[in-house]
């Protein structure tokens, strides 16, 4: 069974986003890229399946600028045996992502296409299920935790309030949510040996689809800044604050 | 800062993209547990396995020999990364990458290369035997001896503060083969010890000011029998000369430690000073305050580039200068900024509770092992008046 894990490169969790100026975006000029952390656990899962006897093999794919080949190389340096790049320097959104990876998929036939819940840059918590949609395969979005038996996957959900089971009949989409797993660091022999993996480029167009922009962004903005507390002597005085603030 | 030389070494890109991972598995992994290592006094077991698989121990071995064949700057570069953490965390790969790993790499012969480098890259734990109890900066006049009987060595006599001796398999031991001293220290040979050889006993480890977690011992040998081929290069009297080929790269790696721990330090102080108030402010906002971090951004600041600038000259040949001068302004910068730390953080620096205590403590070894500031000071003195009264000077 082969898995696809699509992979984005996203700003660093650890960078604090600014915005350009004229609030068309953010800015990420000079700014630290790594592999979006939900991804990360996909590949990770991906990985584990494999080392179980589960699958068989794991292909990263990544739509993005050519530095997007950095994260291929992560995912492979993880444990994934191959990478596909479509290299694009223009904004894909959701939809267009999906298409691609439907494209793909039908060449590739896996099993599971494994991706992150969300990516943390837009959070747009989309593309797996615009996917399964296009598809017309199910979806165990959210997993918790991820079983394959025989021709089926098992996903538990998270969910409010607690964990949903939902079980799939491959080929299925998957998507990672936080608690799944901790995924390992590439470790230094495993890096150099990512080198010498194969990992193709190719472009958007190679896959006839239309991902022309159906979004506008009009304006991004920072957050608010928070207003500083005050403090009270007393119970009395609470109330008194409440009240005069037209709260209680 | 200047890029990393990758001449002789990892391609950038490859190292680039591992220095990333390093960065983040010292503050997920390593500094996390911290704690664990200090009441424990040892690296946890599953901890240690894992820097043995990310490839912490073979950084330097050549590919061939199952390692990852870093440069010099490279190699530099990682200690100093892996040094915003707990000092233990280097000590214990140390020997590995450092000493030994250059006096096989120099002096070898290509059984011993292919012996011990991949053992020494997957991890197996190496010590360093050169100081005595009778000898130290003075190390030349050591008094343990090699006796040649047959097909074998013996060895007589005692090594002492031998970082990692608790935990070795093997041991590069330095050791007289001539009673006499001879020019050029032609006396002294080195030895590849297995050190779990008969006659040979390692000490408790010594109780230390600092580097918890990190142990060092004393060696005694007692009629040890080795078999002639431990003689590292095949050859008696190299052994001095092979220790001072892997000098440089011992100091460049003390610098590193020292530049990696005083930022991790300098953080710890700011972050105090934008915590703690006094007198309605919080203390950063003082400009006394602001001078002790200047003053230790600046120093640290060119001891980077120092040892940025020494390791690169390194990776072309010999920089006895560069390096003893890097070694010595990091080590002594180190000790600076802890203790401007200790003295941002008020009465709360002298207590076990904070971390600037520790750093302290910790931080008092760099001008004293690999060569005591004063030694180094005499290395560097000796050398430019050697190169000047040559001609050689630029
Ligand atoms: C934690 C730790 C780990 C160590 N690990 C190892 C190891 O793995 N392997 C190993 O072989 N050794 C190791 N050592 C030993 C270390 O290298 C020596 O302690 C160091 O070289 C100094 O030698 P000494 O202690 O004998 O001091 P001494 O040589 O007795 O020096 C005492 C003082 O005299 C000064 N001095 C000496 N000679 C001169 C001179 N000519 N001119 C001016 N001043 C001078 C020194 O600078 C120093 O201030 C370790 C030591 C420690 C504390
Ligand atoms: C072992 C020990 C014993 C002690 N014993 C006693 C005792 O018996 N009785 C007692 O009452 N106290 C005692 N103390 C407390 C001690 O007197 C205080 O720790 C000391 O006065 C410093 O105050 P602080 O720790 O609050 O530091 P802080 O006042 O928070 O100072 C932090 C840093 O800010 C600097 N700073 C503060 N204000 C300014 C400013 N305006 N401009 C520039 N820099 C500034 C300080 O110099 C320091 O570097 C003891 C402390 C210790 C560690």
């Known amino acids: 069974m082969k898995i696809l894990v ?23 000029a000079n700014v630290k890229m790594s592999m979006n952390p939900f991804d990360e656990i996909a590949v990770e899962e991906a990985i584990r399946l494999k080392e179980a006897g589960k699958a068989d093999e794991i292909v990263a794919v990544s739509i993005g600028p050519a530095k997007a080949q950095e994260t291929l190389r992560t995912a492979l340096a993880m444990g994934a045996d191959r990478a596909i790049l479509i290299e694009t320097d223009d904004d894909v959104e959701p939809l267009g992502v999906a298409k691609i990876l439907k494209a793909i998929a039908e ?10 819940k969300q990516a943390i840059d837009d959070d747009s918590n989309q593309t797996g299920q615009m996917l399964a949609a296009l598809m017309g395969r199910p979806q165990g979005t959210f997993a918790n935790t991820v079983e394959v038996d025989g021709d089926s996957v098992t996903v538990k959900r998270e969910v409010d309030g607690g964990l949903e089971t939902v079980k799939l009949t491959m080929p299925a989409i998957v998507t990672t949510d936080l608690r799944l797993n901790e995924p390992r660091y590439a470790s230094l022999p495993n890096i150099m040996k990512a080198k010498k993996k194969p990992l193709d480029t190719k472009a958007p167009s190679d896959y006839g689809v239309d991902i022309a922009p159906r979004l506008k962004t009009t304006n991004v903005s920072e957050p608010p800044v928070r207003q500083a507390g005050d403090k009270v002597e007393d119970v009395d005085a609470l109330v008194a604050k409440l009240k005069s603030l037209g709260v209680a | 800062m200047s890029e990393i030389v990758s001449e002789g070494g990892m391609d950038a890109d490859t190292f680039a993209q591992f220095t990333d991972q390093l960065k983040r598995y010292v503050r997920e992994r390593l500094m996390p547990a911290e704690e664990q290592v200090l009441e424990d006094d040892a690296i946890p077991p599953d901890l240690l396995g894992e820097m043995r698989d990310m490839g912490l121990f073979g950084l330097t071995m050549p590919e061939e020999y199952g390692g990852s064949g870093m440069n010099v700057p490279q190699y530099i570069e990682t200690i100093r990364v892996l040094s915003y953490a707990l000092p233990a965390y280097r000590s214990i790969t140390s020997i590995n990458l450092g000493m030994v790993c250059s006096a096989l790499k120099n002096a070898g012969t290509e059984e011993q290369k292919s012996e ?12 360093f035997g050169l100081t005595e109890p009778g000898s130290g900066s003075d190390s030349a006049a050591m008094a343990t001896t090699a006796k040649r009987d047959g097909g074998h060595y013996v060895l007589n006599g005692s090594k002492r503060y031998i970082t990692n001796a608790p935990h070795a398999k093997l041991g590069l031991i330095m ?11 032609a006396h002294v040979s080195a030895f590849l010890v297995d050190m779990e050889t008969d006659g040979i006993t390692v000490g408790k480890p010594d109780k230390k000011m600092g580097q918890r977690g990190s ?3 004393d060696i005694y040998f007692d009629d040890v029998r080795v078999p002639a081929d431990a003689l590292l290069g095949g050859e008696e009297g190299r052994g001095f000369a092979t220790a001072m080929q892997s000098l440089d790269n011992g100091r460049l790696s003390i610098g590193a430690a020292s530049c990696g721990y005083a930022r991790r330090i ?8 934008g915590e703690r108030k006094a007198f309605g402010e919080t203390i950063g906002n003082f400009q006394l305050i602001q001078a002790m971090l200047a003053d230790s951004q600046a120093e640290l600041y060119a001891a980077e580039c120092m040892l940025r600038d020494a390791a690169a000259k390194a990776n072309k040949g010999k920089a006895i200068i560069e390096a003893a001068s890097a070694k010595m302004f990091a080590s002594e910068m180190c000790n600076r900024v802890a203790d401007r730390c200790v003295q941002i953080h008020g009465g709360a620096g002298y207590l076990a509770e904070y971390e600037a205590e520790r750093f302290y403590r910790d931080s008092r070894i760099y001008t004293i092992y690999e060569g005591t500031t004063q030694i180094l000071q005499l290395v560097i003195a000796k050398n430019m008046l050697r190169d000047f009264a040559s001609g050689a000077a630029a």
């Open chain 1, 107 to 116: 060449e590739e036939k896996p099993g599971i296409v494994m991706l992150g």
């Open chain 1, 6 to 28: 699509p992979v984005k490169r996203v700003i660093d969790y650890n960078v604090k986003p600014r915005v350009k100026a004229d609030g068309s975006g953010v800015d990420l």
């Open chain 2, 215 to 217: 142990h060092i011992a």
């Open chain 2, 175 to 185: 050791a007289r083969t001539n009673p006499e001293s001879m020019p050029k220290n």
């Open chain 2, 266 to 273: 300098l953080d710890t102080a700011l972050r105090y000073s």
């Open chain 2, 116 to 127: 011990w480098l991949p053992r020494l890259a997957a991890g197996e734990i190496a010590c």
